[in-house]
Each structure stands twice: as C-alpha cells, then as structure tokens.
C-alpha cells in the first residue's frame, strides 16, 4: 500500500565506507536516490548495495566514467534481480536525454539530428555551483585514458549514422540564432544521449538520432575570460599538485562559480535554465537513407535555477516514474541512460506539471 510520508518516515544513517549499513538501508526499500558525490569516489558501494539487495538506485551523476562502469559491471545482476539502476536523473542529461525523446515524438517523420543549446540566466546576484561537480569535473578530466579503455572493454556497438551526418562544430562559434558565442558543452550529455540511442536503436530497431551539445557563453569578455580560465585548468589538471590546487581552491579557478558554500537562496530565485533543441529529418514517406532532410523542428525545455531547484525535480519525478509507471519500464532489470529506462513513461508529463517545462517552439516548415 501507499504509506502518506510523516511520523513513519524515520532517518537510517548509512556510510559508504561501510557496506553492512548500506545493505540494511537497500533491504527497506524499493528505491534508493543517491545524490552523494563525486560518484566515482562514493557510488559504487550504494549501486552494489543496492543490486544486491534487490532495490532500484537512481542518481545524479554527470561523470560518463562511472555511469558506464557501472553499466559494465552490474547491467547483468541488475537484469537477473529485476533492479533498474539509472544514473544521471538530474540537470542537465533529464532535458538533455527526455529533450531529444520528446523532440523525436514531436516531428512528423523521422528524427535525424538534433543539436541543443543550453542558456543559464542569472539575476544581479550571479549563479553559484557547489564544489562537489567541480571536483568531479577536475578528476573526470585528469583521467579521459581510462574512459576510452572501458568503452573498449564494454564493446559497444557503432550506431549507424541515418540520415545527413550532423556537421560537427568548433569548439567556439558564434550563433546567428543566439546572437552569443557558444562553445562544446562539456557536460556528460553527450554519452548519455548516445547509451539511450543505441539502446533503442539495439533493442527496439528505432532510428537513431545523431546529436550535438553544445552551451550559449554570451560576448567576448565571457569568451576571453573562459578562455584564461580553461587554459589555466587545462594546465593543471594534467598533474597532482595541479588537481590539489584546483579543488583547494575552486572559487579562484573557476573565477567564483564554484565554492564550497554553493549558491545563495537570492542566486537560485534569480536563476533559470532553457536548452533549446533544433532537429532535422526526412518527412512521413521520405526514406532518411537517401536525400537531403526536409523537415526541420525546434523545442525547449525551461527549468528554475539547474543545480539545486531542478535537479531534485527531475530526479524525484524520476523516481516516481520508476515506481508508478512500472509497467512502462523496459522489460528486465538492469543499467540504463534516463531516455532508455523512462521513454514510454509519464515522466515528461511528471516533469511539465513540476514546472521543468517541454514544448515546441516552432513547427516544421516543409
């Protein structure tokens, strides 16, 4: 039955240093959400734990590193035990990953390509992040090798490019569209629409869509002192003392948008978020093996402040989809990107009403 939370909600304390406490919080449960980072130092336990004891995990890393580690080494347990275990249900892969779903089932006809745009808006105050997804980021980037190594190990198989191969961009350009510079987003975005893809090209035989994340940055003075910024992070991230110092000192390096004390009530209120999705593909009756893509399709979604105020939505609404819209999960357990494990729920609905908003900007124009 549905238990209304309130006196019976109690606090079990757990440690990820310690797997028996982890055990005894996964056997009460059905679902664990997991938000303690960076999760290539503290996430494996919970995800084990979990597995093991027979509930689902959900949480919010952006670090492609674990997400596809865990992917290789619990995907099976998972499916044996009837478990799903999806990592990154927070800002930004859930509108990143439901964004270029949702755009899909918008087109009429074939989504080929999608290219998104992320803008974060700020009030006078400015925007803070908290040094947790700085830290993750330092290490993330320190240890690219070993990513390439696990993605041999786990084999993946190439997606097809259907349709015209999306140009890939540099790294910094401007947008006409924007009337900003914008560069390569860094995020884990990328990897994560390309797991749900595959997977639903794999499994399901639907046509993958190819796709390009990119960031709005603004004018040149943001320009330039990104570029001072990134040089100086590039430079040191490559040695020990260099990672020491970064996330020693997170607020210097990242020109005060990364500290330890995170963002003020005044900065979240005055922050939102809007990744806008352009798509291109082939008409209803047009082969996307053959000919130019001519039909076109741009969409958004629109959040509050990312960090703080829509990553708890997307990953409780998250959550709720795993345990309400069951019927509609995959088939069998396992290791799944937010797009695999929620395409057929109600989770854009869930996050509509949330005030994580998905609509469609503009119609294709044939």
């Not at 259907?162 to 510079?181: C, I, Q, T």
């Not at 330039?224 to 997170?250: A, C, D, E, Q, S």
């Not at 929620?342 to 609905?349: A, E, G, N």
């Amino acid at each position: 039955g549905k238990a209304a939370p309130g006196e019976e909600v109690g606090v079990l304390l757990c440690d990820v240093g310690d797997a028996g406490s982890l055990a005894t919080m996964a056997r009460q449960t059905r679902l664990v959400l997991n938000c303690v980072g960076p999760y290539r130092f503290f996430g494996e336990p919970v995800v084990e734990a979990c597995v093991e004891n027979g509930a689902s995990c959900i949480d919010i890393s952006g670090e492609p590193q674990f997400l596809e580690g865990m992917y290789l080494k619990y995907n099976e347990k998972a499916a044996e035990k009837g478990v799903y275990v999806v990592g990154s249900c927070g800002f930004d892969s859930i509108p990143a990953d439901m964004g270029v779903l949702y755009t899909r089932d918008k087109l009429k006809g074939t989504l080929t390509a999608v290219e998104s745009f992320l803008s974060v808006k700020s009030g006078p105050e400015g925007v803070a992040v908290h040094d947790g997804t700085w830290k993750s980021a330092v290490y993330g980037l320190a240890d690219e090798d070993s990513l390439k190594k696990l993605r041999k190990q786990i084999g993946y198989a190439p997606v097809p490019v259907v349709g015209a191969k999306l140009k890939k961009r540099g790294f910094l350009f401007y947008s006409p569209e924007f009337k900003e510079y914008c560069i390569t987003f860094m995020g884990s975005d990328g990897s994560v629409v390309k797991r749900t893809q595959r997977y639903l090209h794999t499994e399901l035989q639907q046509t993958p869509v190819q796709y390009g994340a990119y960031a709005t940055l603004g004018g040149l003075g943001s320009v330039i002192k990104l570029m001072f910024m990134g040089m100086l992070f590039f430079l040191l991230v490559k040695f020990n003392f260099g990672r020491k110092l970064l996330t020693k000192y997170p607020k210097f390096f990242s020109g005060g948008y990364f500290s330890k004390e995170g963002p003020t009530q005044k900065q979240m209120d005055g922050t939102s978020f809007t990744m806008t999705f352009f798509g291109e593909g082939y008409s209803e009756g047009q082969d996307p093996q053959n000919g130019k893509p001519n039909v076109k399709i741009c969409t958004e979604v629109k959040g509050p402040e990312p960090g703080y105020i829509a990553t708890p939505i997307a990953m409780v609404q998250a959550g709720l989809s795993l345990l309400e819209d069951a019927a509609s999960l995959p088939k069998r357990g396992g290791v799944y990107s937010p797009g695999a494990a929620f395409y057929k729920t109600k989770l854009i609905d869930r996050l509509n009403k949330r005030g994580v908003e998905f609509s469609v900007i503009s119609k294709p124009e044939v």
